[in-house]
């Protein structure tokens, strides 16, 4: 699968859907446990360090990619409201670029035991915008997705 990603020339908005052949809560569950996320977020030729993963309003992420040669890859933010598989709201913020930070919200939709995944984005300008698109973004997103499949099938569904 592929995902649907909408960035209108013009906005400062980036919005992605994707349907993953699992259950909302399984899907969820990847969402919300750091030892889950590190085995699917972000491209495969990165590893993948969960440094704080506190699913809280509130509450303080942090993950560093890393690649062969050594290199570091950090981002960071806050969840903002109650976190549910219902919606999930955090900034996101690149290491490598401080003070662009995006406002990212996730919401589960659950249709005959699949989910789709809808993810909207909006940032300080629609340079921000644009940069996070020319910088690989939707490579990134469509592999990681790629790997949340591939650990979805492998899981057993909770609940």
Known sequence: MTTQIIATPGSP???????????RTLVYRAH??????????????YEMTVDEWDVR??????????D?????????GVFHGDQSP?????????????????????????????TV???????????DRDAMIQNGMEYGVNDGYDRLDELVARLVPVG
């Open 68 to 76: 062969q040669d050594g290199n570091a890859y950090g981002f960071h």
């Open 117 to 127: 995944a809808h993810t909207r984005s909006v940032f300080q300008s629609v340079e």
């Open 13 to 23: 908005f980036i919005e992605m859907s994707r349907e993953f052949q699992a259950p």
């Open 86 to 114: 219902d919606g999930m709201t955090q900034t996101f913020e690149f290491d490598g670029a401080p003070g662009h930070v995006s406002l990212n919200t996730l919401t589960l939709e659950e249709v005959d035991g699949r």
């Open 57 to 66: 309003d509130g509450g303080r992420w942090r993950y560093t990619h890393r």
């Open 32 to 45: 919300t446990d750091p030892g889950l996320l590190a085995q699917w977020l972000g491209p495969r030729q």
